[in-house]
C-alpha cells in the first residue's frame, strides 16, 4: 500500500517517467484503454492506493519516446506499441499494481543497442541515472525491493550498479 503522500510525491518529482502496474480494462481489443490513466485518480478509483506498492520494481530499460502524460510510461496508446501486452501478463497477479520505471531516465532511444552503446562512452550519465533510480527506491520506502527487469541490457545495468 502506498500513502496518498508518497503517491503524490512520486507524481510530482517522477511522473514524466514512471508509472504503476495499474491498467484500465481492456474492451473489445487487447489494446483498448491501455491509454486511459483516469485509474489513477485516487478520488475516482478509491481502491488504488491500496493496490499500489514499492516492494518490487519493474524496470525497462529506458523510453522509446517522450512522455507526455504524468504516469503515461508503459500506458502508450500509439498502435505499434505493445504495452498492453505488459496489462495481460501482470493481471492477476501479484505483481499488479508494482512501481514502473526505466533505468535509464529522459532519454529517448528506439535501439537498444544504440542505448548500451552511449552508455559505454558516458559513465556518468549511468550513474546519475542510477542515482535517480536510488531517489525513487527510497521515496517509496521499501529498502530492498525486489527488482523485475525487462530484458538483457536493463538487466547487465541493474547488476553493474545494484548489487545489493
Excluded: C
Aim: net charge positive; aromatic share 10%.
Amino acid at each position: 500500500m502506498i500513502s496518498i503522500e508518497t503517491f503524490i510525491e512520486v507524481l510530482k518529482r517522477f511522473g514524466h517517467f514512471a508509472s504503476w502496474a495499474v491498467w484500465a480494462e481492456e474492451g473489445e481489443k487487447p489494446k483498448d484503454n491501455i491509454h486511459d490513466l483516469s485509474v489513477y485518480d485516487p478520488v475516482k478509483n478509491r481502491t488504488l492506493l491500496g493496490t499500489l506498492h514499492g516492494n518490487a520494481i519493474l524496470l525497462g530499460l529506458n523510453i522509446s519516446r517522450r512522455i507526455e502524460r504524468p504516469f503515461g510510461n508503459f500506458h502508450d496508446p500509439r498502435p505499434m506499441a505493445t504495452d498492453f501486452k505488459i496489462r495481460h501478463a501482470l493481471k492477476h497477479t501479484n505483481y499488479w499494481g508494482y512501481y514502473m520505471t526505466d533505468i535509464i531516465k529522459d532519454f529517448e532511444e528506439k535501439s537498444s543497442g544504440k542505448m548500451m552503446s552511449f552508455l559505454r562512452t558516458n559513465k556518468d550519465f549511468e550513474r546519475e541515472n542510477i542515482q535517480k533510480l536510488q531517489q525513487q527506491i527510497g521515496l517509496l520506502g521499501y529498502a530492498n525491493p525486489v527488482l523485475v527487469v525487462f530484458g538483457r541490457d536493463a538487466e547487465t545495468i541493474a547488476r553493474r550498479n545494484l548489487r545489493n
